[in-house]
């Protein structure tokens, strides 16, 4: 997305500072109040022993008077947490990677070769990623117990790149899109192959744009739900979000501390990343739609 | 430097079929697309494939269905939890996505005001939208309990209510709140890509409107949503598209319940053909909802057309 490369500063040094805090301030804090609240209410219930959890009229029911770390001991000793958290880490880097490599080598082919008919392959890529997993999981049970897949990490490693790659391919050629033609007709008179120009110019340039497909790719597979739902049934297989409510709820009762340990504990390796590559992951999601 | 000029020379002299193919972009091209290609066929076009033969079928879990024409959609249709769940779903859809877009293009515009630690706001109005679904539908779950609602809590302490709301046991409540938590969700990814077009609008339009005397709701009008609507096109869409056939919020916070009140199409499908075993009747809701999606695909090519038109491209 171009930012406007404008020297002009707009007229907001008009407005007085009360008037600038009603008109924005408030409103945006109240719209930040409503989608973080949340995730305060999932830490506060986290480091909250049962006592306090279950008891409004002795205690505060949004401080904490007594710091636990039970809920988190007891999702990491007693539960198969652990297994879920290393399921759910080699999904989501070998489904990424898979279709990092898959979507690089197709992306180059359409923009680049252009090859007969690669426009339509284009558009058929483009239309693959408008097929939601909702629709698909049935038949995909199906064919991935012909194929004994069932209940194992490659149900999901296989699976996860079809809506990987049609995501990756479509942020990919828009980028290399940018790369000016005449830097490979350089490469190509010097006596470069079509896979040296590939690795040695066209994937160096569009770094950026490799990043932010991979890191937007990366939560996409640690967020996915239905697939991993569907093809895994035993507890060590299962991946986090999966294993949360299908292994915390022990029929009626609901153990909240431990469900909200492993809601917050779940979600804290995807913010950390996101945190480092916010501005890949926003170009990745605002690039997707604006193609 | 010779190291690398031989392989190239071998290559010349050799001249053989496999060489010059590796000249060739179309087959090369083709080489490329293979990694790709196969793992769509498979696991893609395959099934979708798949899923419409096993709509036409009587398929249960472990055993070889028979074809039986439309005889799953004749059921279906005389069913009422089915139509339950298409009123459900379209509910759903409509509500959760007008607000979304009302409040991401509020939001969106918030954003787009000069502000302090702008990228850090930025940043952490998207977490919703990153953060595991299901892990916040948990959080959801939690704030919506009958006995100890946080929001229940707050509200008698106001002094505005008498007794806890039983959030997700009455019908209309639960419809409600899992449209609040869709929200909640969706409100990020709208405002962010929103805030992406706003930024390529330049702020000199905005001058001449004001020098023109125009009010703040005229520009607005006549200088905000028009530039933007392409990206509104698109944008809600997507959304759309999202909603219709969302899952895991509905399966974690109710199940579909409380009696099947709250049952979209895409988890009803999912009881049927996982937990109750008919393969062939989900497969046959899973297609029931294909139209819907075709008519937001043709929507958003048709929002991709206007856009290009408007940039001055061909129409």
């Known amino acids: 997305m171009t930012t406007v490369d404008d020297q002009s500063v707009g007229m907001d040094y008009l407005e007085s500072f009360p008037r600038k805090f009603l008109r924005v301030y408030l409103p945006l804090g109240l719209i930040i109040f409503f989608l973080l609240f949340p995730f305060y209410w999932m830490a506060v219930t986290t480091f909250k022993p049962d006592a306090e959890m279950y008891d409004y009229e002795k205690y505060n029911p949004f401080l904490i008077a007594h710091p636990t770390l039970e809920h988190i001991t007891k999702l990491f000793f007693d539960t198969d947490y652990p297994l879920w958290m290393w399921n759910t880490v080699i999904v989501s880097v070998s489904s990424t990677f898979i279709s990092l490599f898959a979507s690089v080598c197709a992306a180059y082919a359409i923009e680049r070769l252009r090859y007969k008919g690669s426009r339509y392959v284009g558009l058929a890529i483009f239309l693959g990623y408008l097929v939601p997993p909702s629709i698909l999981f049935i038949p995909l049970a199906a064919i991935v117990f012909q194929l004994g897949l069932f209940d194992g990490n490659l149900a999901l490693i296989l699976t996860y790149p079809t809506f990987l790659i049609p995501f990756c391919t479509w942020l990919l050629m828009g980028y290399f899109r940018t790369i000016p033609y005449e830097l490979e007709e350089c490469a190509l008179i010097d006596g470069a192959t079509r896979l040296q120009i590939l690795t040695k110019i066209t994937l160096p340039l569009s770094l950026p744009g490799v990043i932010s497909a991979g890191i937007f790719a990366f939560t996409l597979s640690w967020n996915e739900f239905i697939y991993a739902l569907t093809f895994i049934s035993s507890s060590e297989n299962k991946t986090i979000p999966v294993g949360a409510i299908t292994e915390l709820v022990n029929g009626d009762v609901y153990h909240w501390g431990a469900l909200m340990a492993a809601a917050l504990t779940g979600s804290v390796p995807v913010v950390i990343l996101y945190s480092f590559f916010v501005e890949y992951y926003v170009s990745a999601m605002t690039g997707a739609v604006k193609e | ?315």
């Open chain 2, 1 to 315: 430097m010779a190291v690398i000029a031989e392989p190239v020379a071998a290559d010349v002299k050799r001249g053989s079929l496999w060489s010059r193919a590796f000249e060739s972009r179309h087959f090369l091209g083709a080489m490329f697309m293979v990694p790709a290609i196969a793992i769509l066929i498979l696991f893609l076009a395959y099934p979708l494939a798949l899923g419409f033969w096993l709509g036409m079928t009587d398929t249960k879990i472990g055993g070889v269905g028979r074809y039986i024409g439309f005889a799953n959609f004749v059921s279906l249709s005389k069913d009422s939890v089915f139509w339950l769940s298409v009123f459900n779903t379209i509910f759903y859809t409509v509500f959760a996505s007008i607000v979304k877009f009302a409040i991401g293009l509020y939001l969106a515009l918030l954003l787009n005001e000069r502000l302090p630690f702008k990228s850090m706001v930025r940043a952490i109005v998207l977490l919703p939208f990153v953060v595991p679904t299901v892990l916040s539908a948990i959080a959801f779950w939690w704030i919506y309990d009958s006995q100890f609602s946080i929001i229940s809590w707050v509200l008698i302490k106001a002094g505005l209510l008498t007794h806890y709301i039983d959030f997700l046991g009455d019908p209309w409540n639960a419809r409600w709140s899992v449209v609040l938590a869709n929200i909640w969700r969706g409100v990020p990814f709208v405002a962010i890509t929103l805030l992406a077009g706003l930024q390529t609008i330049s702020p000199s339009l905005y001058e001449a409107a004001n020098l023109d005397g125009a009010t703040n709701l005229q520009r607005f009008r006549h200088i905000t949503l028009p530039m933007l609507s392409p990206i509104i096109a698109v944008v809600m869409t997507f959304s759309v598209l999202m909603t219709f056939t969302d899952f895991q919020l509905i399966y974690t916070i109710t199940r579909g319940g409380p009696i099947n009140a709250t049952h979209l199409m895409a988890t009803l499908s999912f009881q049927r053909a996982i937990t109750g075993g008919n393969l062939g009747e989900g497969a046959a809701i899973s297609n029931a909802m294909i139209p819907f999606l075709v008519a937001a695909i043709l929507l958003s090519f048709f929002g991709l057309q206007r856009s290009r038109w408007q940039q001055g491209g061909r129409d």
